[in-house]
């Protein structure tokens, strides 16, 4: 998106921080991250989307909002997860550029004013990638990175190491608003795909600094680990094929065994073998089921159109969009829905 003159001079950077029973370190948070916007000569507003929290966090925003304007929160009325609450702070952002971060100091505030830079020299994306995952454990990394292989292997998408701390130019984040609609969304692999100039930076990622461990479960990590698998690739469907022709083959094998043994005048045996070969097929065939399952879940869900999340209150924030911009997002975002109701009116 280009900038006049005034605007390059002075832009206006949104942060947008989802945070999910971040009370504890959440005022020192945003205290450590607005030190660094106020060196970076910009004008800058700062969001903090309460993702259902089961504390006061959304209170403690609102508190430290009543001092400082800039300083704006949203609060879900429950626990969307990250990804509905990142797009809540994009559609709220008014900036000419936008960054996301955690709200736990694991991407480090001191990359914002780097990431600015490159911004202001014609980057549209500048993507933070991990130098190295010290703070996850093995089992952790492990999952990660033969999640990330795959999808960067089979789509063609580079997410290796990827996080979603990143900046995103106005234009990027119309696009992702407006033009986007799926409803599982895997923020890291769409700012990937969609292209336009990007740049990548590193970083180290650190230990929690407030609120305790970690708010991924298990469960958690492996339903976002689906999404960006079926969200990117085909691949687990091909595995099907796979499958049937393996299955195909041990079925000539046991048949050329049992043809070669009457052929000769021996006793066709091997119960042995036709039970291996009953409970292979018949793993084969749940695999293939629950391979298919996934897909068709995904499918319902996007058919039930429901929205990627819902505002319980916010503060500084107006969140009551325009008719115009309503039909905008409707119509993108729904295009199965919009498309049954024009031919209603017609009729």
Same mark, same amino acid.
């Given at each position: 998106?280009?900038l006049n003159e005034n605007d390059l001079k002075h832009p206006l950077i949104s942060v947008v921080i989802p945070a999910y029973n971040e009370f504890q370190g959440i005022e020192k948070v945003i205290k450590?991250?607005?030190?660094?916007?106020? !060196? !970076?000569?910009?004008?800058?507003?700062?969001?903090v989307v309460d993702d259902g929290s089961s504390d006061q966090t959304y209170q403690k925003i609102c508190e430290i909002s009543r001092s400082d304007s800039r300083i704006k929160g949203i609060a879900l $009325?429950?626990? /969307?997860?990250?990804?509905?609450?990142?797009?809540?702070?994009?559609?709220?952002?008014?900036?000419?550029?936008?960054?996301?971060?955690?709200?736990?100091l694991q991407h480090p505030p001191s990359l914002i004013p780097e990431m600015i830079e490159k911004w202001r020299s014609g980057s549209q994306i500048i993507h933070a990638i991990k130098r190295n995952r010290?703070?996850?454990?093995?089992?952790?990394?492990?999952?990660?990175?033969?999640?990330? =292989?795959?999808?960067?292997?089979?789509?063609?998408?580079?997410?290796?190491?990827?996080?979603? /701390?990143?900046?995103?130019?106005?234009? #990027? %984040?119309? #696009?992702? *608003? !407006?033009?986007?609609?799926?409803?599982?969304?895997?923020?890291?692999?769409?700012?990937?795909?969609?292209?336009?100039? =990007?740049?990548?930076?590193?970083?180290?990622?650190?230990?929690?600094?407030?609120?305790?461990?970690?708010?991924?479960?298990? +469960?958690?990590?492996?339903?976002?680990?689906?999404?960006?698998?079926?969200?990117?690739?085909?691949?687990?469907?091909? #595995?099907?094929? /796979?499958?049937?022709?393996?299955?195909?083959?041990? @079925? %000539?094998?046991?048949?050329?065994?049992?043809?070669?043994? +009457?052929?000769?005048?021996?006793?066709?045996? @091997?119960?042995?073998?036709? *039970?291996? !070969?009953?409970?292979?097929?018949?793993? /084969? %065939?749940?695999?293939?089921?629950?391979?298919?399952?996934?897909?068709?879940?995904?499918?319902?869900?996007?058919?039930?159109?429901?929205?990627?999340?819902?505002?319980?209150?916010?503060? @500084?924030?107006?969140?009551?969009?325009?008719?115009?911009?309503?039909?905008?997002?409707?119509?993108?975002?729904?295009?199965?829905?919009?498309?049954?109701?024009?031919? $209603?009116?017609?009729?």
């Amino acid at each position: 998106m280009k900038l006049n003159e005034n605007d390059l001079k002075h832009p206006l950077i949104s942060v947008v921080i989802p945070a999910y029973n971040e009370f504890q370190g959440i005022e020192k948070v945003i205290k450590i991250i607005s030190q660094e916007l106020d !060196c !970076c000569e910009t004008n800058w507003e700062m969001i903090v989307v309460d993702d259902g929290s089961s504390d006061q966090t959304y209170q403690k925003i609102c508190e430290i909002s009543r001092s400082d304007s800039r300083i704006k929160g949203i609060a879900l $009325s429950r626990n /969307f997860g990250k990804e509905g609450a990142m797009l809540a702070g994009l559609e709220s952002a008014t900036g000419n550029a936008v960054i996301i971060m955690d709200a736990d100091l694991q991407h480090p505030p001191s990359l914002i004013p780097e990431m600015i830079e490159k911004w202001r020299s014609g980057s549209q994306i500048i993507h933070a990638i991990k130098r190295n995952r010290n703070s996850d454990s093995t089992v952790k990394k492990t999952a990660a990175y033969c999640v990330n =292989q795959l999808i960067t292997k089979f789509s063609g998408i580079d997410i290796n190491n990827s996080s979603d /701390f990143k900046l995103l130019d106005r234009e #990027i %984040v119309n #696009i992702i *608003i !407006c033009d986007l609609p799926e409803k599982e969304r895997f923020l890291r692999g769409l700012t990937r795909w969609i292209g336009f100039s =990007q740049q990548n930076i590193t970083f180290d990622v650190e230990h929690r600094q407030y609120g305790g461990d970690s708010k991924w479960s298990f +469960w958690s990590l492996l339903e976002l680990s689906i999404t960006a698998l079926t969200s990117f690739t085909c691949a687990p469907l091909r #595995i099907i094929t /796979f499958l049937g022709l393996a299955t195909l083959l041990l @079925g %000539v094998l046991v048949a050329s065994d049992a043809l070669l043994s +009457w052929v000769n005048n021996e006793a066709v045996s @091997g119960y042995t073998t036709l *039970i291996i !070969c009953l409970l292979l097929i018949g793993s /084969f %065939v749940m695999i293939s089921l629950g391979i298919i399952g996934e897909y068709i879940a995904k499918i319902y869900e996007e058919v039930k159109a429901r929205p990627h999340y819902l505002i319980r209150a916010s503060v @500084g924030v107006d969140h009551k969009k325009s008719p115009d911009r309503i039909k905008k997002m409707v119509t993108s975002r729904y295009p199965l829905a919009e498309a049954a109701r024009m031919t $209603s009116n017609k009729s």
